[in-house]
C-alpha cells in the first residue's frame, strides 16, 4: 500500500475509535462521508427549528405560571437568541439565580422547555410545546 492508503486508514480508525469512545453521545452516523452528529447537537438543531417553524396547529392545554416563570418565559422567546445561558436569564429577567433555576426546572418538567450544552455550560430552550402555550408572551 501506499503513504496516502496507509495515511487514510489510519484517520479512518482513528475517527472510528473516537466514536466508540464517546458512543453515548451520538445520535446520528454516517459511515463513508463520516457524519457525525451528537445528542446535544441534535437537541440544539431540534429548537431552532422548531423555532423557526409555524405551528400548524394549537393545542389549548391549561398551565398555571407564577410572575417569574412568566419574566423567564418571556426572556426564553426573545427572538435574538435560540439557547440562552443562565447568567444571560438572570441579567434579563432581574431575578435572582435561584428563581430563574427553580423555573427553568418547572419547565423542564412539564415538557415546556429543555436544556442542553453549551460551550460554556447549560443553555436552556422553550420547546415547541412551550412556545405554543405561551403564544401570548410577547418578548
Not at 436544556?115 to 418578548?139: A, M, N, P, Y
Request: net charge neutral; glycine share 8%; hydrophobic share 40%.
Amino acid at each position: 500500500m501506499g503513504n496516502a492508503t496507509e495515511m487514510g486508514l489510519a484517520i479512518g480508525a482513528g475517527a472510528i475509535g473516537l466514536v466508540f469512545l464517546n458512543l453515548e453521545q451520538i445520535a446520528s452516523l454516517k459511515a463513508a462521508g463520516i457524519e457525525i452528529i451528537t445528542k446535544d447537537q441534535k437537541e440544539q438543531l431540534l429548537a431552532v427549528i422548531e423555532k423557526e417553524t409555524e405551528p400548524s396547529f394549537i393545542k389549548t392545554e391549561a398551565f398555571s405560571t407564577d410572575d417569574q416563570t412568566k419574566e423567564v418565559v418571556k426572556a426564553l422567546k426573545n427572538q435574538r437568541f435560540t439557547w440562552r445561558y443562565l447568567n444571560g436569564l438572570v441579567k434579563d429577567t432581574g431575578l435572582p439565580k435561584e428563581k430563574v433555576k427553580q423555573s427553568l426546572d418547572w419547565l423542564l418538567d412539564n415538557d415546556l422547555g429543555r436544556k442542553s450544552k453549551g460551550d460554556k455550560g447549560d443553555i436552556w430552550s422553550l420547546t415547541q410545546k412551550g412556545r405554543e402555550v405561551f403564544l401570548e408572551h410577547k418578548k
